[in-house]
């Protein structure tokens, strides 16, 4: 009976985390950033407290956009932040 109320317990955890996963990013010329996705949509929080959410470009993608602001992290632990018209090169930190 534990083992099966602990298979539970670990299939409802696994569950909850793949809706919704965190990364955080060092940006060399830049802030640090931590992102947050979920399925259609990446909200990137700034040092300052700005906050902003990105829906989904492409289906399949980890490209997200909205007028001024381009997240893509289709690269492997790489990603680039348009801002209007500034770019950064940013990397995601291990954790």
């Known amino acids: 009976m534990k083992h ?50 990105l829906p989904r470009a492409e289906e399949g993608r980890e490209l997200y956009a909205k007028p001024g602001l381009v997240w893509d992290a289709t690269q492997f632990r790489t990603a680039r932040l348009t801002d209007n018209q500034s770019s950064l090169s940013c990397d995601q930190m291990a954790g």
């Open 4 to 53: 099966i109320l602990l298979i539970s317990a670990l299939v409802a955890l696994s569950a909850c985390s793949g809706r919704e996963e965190r990364a955080t990013y060092t940006c060399p010329n830049g802030p640090d950033l931590v992102v947050t996705y979920s399925e259609d949509t990446a909200t990137i929080v700034f040092p300052t407290g700005r906050v902003e959410t």
